[in-house]
């Protein structure tokens, strides 16, 4: 797989992002003799906090993040597998700054070095920040948030192979409350670069997956009780290929659902969405539900349900045709709490891809395919971790399978067993 300079940090540069955590461990350390106190901040952290200190009304939280410590059984998402040791980790910052009593600043820093074992030519540095500025008063709330990403990873289950991606977005949102409705409107731009030249199975992802977006989501919340809102939302949407503009397209889409406080905490929403091809004018209209709701079931056991069905980008979409693929995912978790300490999570995921239309696949033997992609995958996993302040370390297990109904060279297997290192605020 071809080698991404892009997104490679030197080692200068890491020695500095390392220097720079561990002063910062030394100050927060010197600060806490001072008998200074700490606001406890909110939100996640970019990582497992090391420590916490304040310069002035600046809050100052070094990081440093295990991703992975693990055996893949299959580290190439190939039919051959192949077994590797892969290791992920790296230092962060968080700086948080709230003032003038409405006001709050937050920046978040981390860095990630990426190893492989045996497969030397996927081992690299990636880095990403985000920074968000939050404005609250009695009854109205903004927000603007700008981020940059650089990612090794899958892209989804349609591609079988870590790409070097670089993510860049800015996003804003604002809410007003009045008596027992809230109206809210977010809007965002986003872009999604695929770095270096990849190719894989006919597919150019580049120029597939190389993608500038605009996105405005209106929302209007009507409380029914005080535990129960009525949810309507629209959303439009504007993707732009930079590199193939034949496959530009828009969707509109809207819908509505509730959202929960109680026992039941999260949201459930559905509707109608369109897509449609700028060059060509070719449509689909298809139904969309979204939902994300969380239960605690007694004092050790919290239950997770989430649903999607949307629209994703595909790679290997035919062009004049729309460049998308409909994606259906259900995930469960289960978390137990043996002790204030010590917990165990268990998880499933099924997800199902079809295209929206036949796609052009490069087959093992090296001919030319076109169907309908049409693939189901099982995830299944558990973890058992322990609680030390506010980072939980985690031995994990995980299993995929694929099955592609149409293209058997889509099939998968693959094993994952290690250990993690995460922010755990409670």
């Known amino acids: 797989m071809p080698h991404s300079r892009s997104i490679s940090f030197t080692l200068r540069r890491m020695r500095y992002a390392v220097t720079v955590a561990f002063l910062a461990i030394l100050a927060g350390s010197a600060g806490a003799q001072t008998g200074v106190v700490v606001p406890d901040t909110e939100g996640k952290h970019s990582g497992a906090p090391l420590g916490q200190f304040t310069v002035g009304p600046i809050i100052v939280t070094p990081t440093f993040k295990i991703s992975t410590l693990a055996v893949d059984t299959n580290v190439q998402y190939s039919r051959e597998r192949r077994a590797d040791f892969v ?125 500038d977006t605009f996105a405005v989501t209106p929302q209007l919340l009507y409380r029914l009780t005080p535990l129960t809102s009525l949810l309507f939302e629209a959303q439009y949407d504007q993707t732009r290929f930079p590199n193939a503009s034949i496959r530009n397209f828009r969707q509109e889409s809207a819908g509505a659902g509730f959202r929960f406080s109680g026992l039941l905490k999260g949201q459930v929403t559905a509707g109608a969405r369109r897509n449609e091809l700028d060059a060509s004018g070719a449509t689909k209209n298809q139904p969309y539900l979204r939902g994300n709701l969380s239960q605690q079931l007694g004092r050790r056991f919290r239950l997770q349900e989430s649903y999607t069905q949307e629209s994703a980008i595909s790679a290997f979409a035919i062009d004049g045709n729309l460049p998308t693929y409909e994606r259906k995912a259900l995930t469960l978790e289960l978390a137990i709490e043996l002790s204030k300490r010590i917990d165990v999570r268990f998880n499933g995921r099924r997800e199902k891809l079809t295209s929206d239309g036949n796609v052009r696949v490069v087959l093992d033997d090296g001919s030319l395919g076109s169907a309908q992609r049409d693939d189901l995958v099982y995830v299944a996993g558990g973890d058992i971790g322990i609680r030390l302040g506010r980072a939980r370390f985690a031995s994990f297990v995980s299993y995929t399978t694929r099955k592609s109904q149409y293209f058997s060279d889509f099939g998968i297997e693959g094993l994952l067993a290690g250990a993690r290192v995460e922010y755990a605020p409670k």
């Open 87 to 211: 290791a992920a980790a790296g230092p962060g910052l968080d700086i948080a700054l709230p003032f003038l009593d409405h006001w709050q600043v937050e920046v978040q820093g981390l860095s990630q070095y990426f190893y492989f074992q045996r497969t030397k030519g996927l081992r690299r540095w990636t880095a990403g920040g985000t920074g968000t500025v939050r404005w609250a008063t009695t009854g109205t709330r903004a927000n603007v948030s700008a981020g940059l990403t650089q990612d090794f990873s899958r892209p989804s289950f349609e591609v079988d192979q870590r790409i070097a991606t670089t993510r860049k977005s800015i996003s804003g949102n604002l809410e007003r409350d009045l008596g027992r409705l809230t109206l809210a409107l977010g809007a965002g731009v986003s872009s999604n670069k695929i770095d270096g030249s990849t190719d894989f199975r006919g597919a150019d992802l580049v120029r597939a997956l190389t993608t």
